[in-house]
């Protein structure tokens, strides 16, 4: 059996440094136990402590039916429970499962692609009723709280492991609602350990531990409104960048750009790029674009139009009558519009009028 050496004396005598790590100090007095974790930090980890406490427990309490009333009456833990609260956590046995949305607390069923058995352990986080969630035993009938969670002191800094499921399996922990009352208060579990421990929101990567920037893994939108937002990447003058987001109607504004007033480049039939003000410079009324075509600037607009008039005159001696069968179409002008019009249909609708002789 191990040897346990505590230091003993009065509570206004307990010292304030100097000490060694891993040694217990026992005020005699006020029945205080601490713990040394530093040369200059002790923690409290035992109240109302008798010496004669530790030389009954060379089980550690496995031999203990109630383990949490042993532990309520006596103060007293074993190696592993010591180590847990010196960091912060009061480990538990772990549960098969975790339900994270609200049920009924009885019966069987599955549980995050798990089938449930009886006396299987789960830890239950997602009631909607809060006070409900917590480390329960499964049964036929009504769940209860199972036997090392069923106090509030006892659910305080609970950590556990999860060992089976689809999605929570191998995931660690804890609770972190302080002062509990079963039945009245909040009880809220959080995360801190497992394969799911982090998870890459939209337009983030991650490898291993480290998160990095994804734009590929953004939807493509064709549409934004003046009140969108656009991330920007900003350089100062010595090129660090900051990155921020801005509204995308004031990044317009900065620009330069208004809406009724701006100016595009554009390719004439020459092919060299230059502002559309400059094209259309010097185009009039009756300046053809192409054959048939005119651009007519007015104003801040150009509006292109078919212009017949533009077209070359067909003069006596250019109509061959034999080349009909390759004339398909005529424009017609009618009620003030163009339209086409084959040429056996018109001359059907002719009215021939040779005279007499």
Request: charged share 20%; net charge negative; hydrophobic share 35%.
């Amino acid at each position: 059996m191990a040897i346990i050496k505590i230091k003993r004396g009065l509570q206004a005598n307990v010292p304030t440094g100097g000490y060694n790590i891993g040694e217990f100090l026992l005020a005699t007095d006020t029945k205080n136990l601490y713990i040394c974790v530093s040369q200059s930090e002790k923690r409290l980890i035992g109240t109302h402590v008798e010496l004669g406490d530790y030389l009954k427990k060379s089980n550690n309490l496995s031999d203990l039916t109630n383990k949490a009333l042993a532990r309520q009456h006596l103060n007293v833990f074993s190696k592993n429970e010591v180590e847990a609260r010196l960091t912060g956590l009061a480990w538990k046995r772990s549960a098969k499962v975790l339900c994270n949305f609200n049920r009924n607390l009885q019966g069987f069923g599955d549980i995050d692609g798990v089938t449930l058995v009886a006396n299987d352990r789960v830890l239950v986080m997602g009631q909607d009723d809060k006070t409900q969630n917590g480390i329960y035993k499964v049964s036929a009938g009504a769940w209860v709280r199972d036997e090392d969670a069923n106090t509030g002191q006892e659910l305080k800094s609970a950590a556990l492991f999860i060992e089976k499921g689809t999605e929570f399996d191998n995931t660690a922990w804890t609770c972190i609602s302080d002062d509990i009352s079963l039945g009245a208060s909040d009880i809220e579990f959080i995360q801190f350990g497992g394969k799911n421990t982090y998870v890459a929101g939209e337009g983030l990567q991650l490898n291993g531990n480290e998160f990095a920037f994804d734009v590929e893994d953004f939807s493509i939108q064709n549409k934004i409104s003046p009140h969108d937002y656009l991330i920007v990447q900003q350089y100062d003058s010595q090129d660090n960048s900051t990155t921020v987001r801005a509204k995308v109607e004031d990044v317009v504004s900065q620009s330069g750009i208004e809406s009724d007033n701006f100016t595009v480049k554009v390719n004439d039939q020459d092919n060299n790029p230059g502002f559309l003000a400059e094209k259309l410079s010097g185009i009039s009324n009756d300046q053809p674009y192409g054959q048939g075509i005119s651009v007519i600037p007015s104003g801040d607009k150009a509006y292109v139009a078919f212009t017949p008039q533009a077209l070359p005159e067909m003069v006596e001696g250019d109509f061959n009558f034999e080349n009909l069968a390759s004339i398909p179409y005529m424009i017609v002008r009618n009620a003030n519009k163009h339209n086409k019009i084959s040429l056996n249909n018109y001359l059907k609708s002719a009215t021939i009028d040779g005279g007499t002789f």
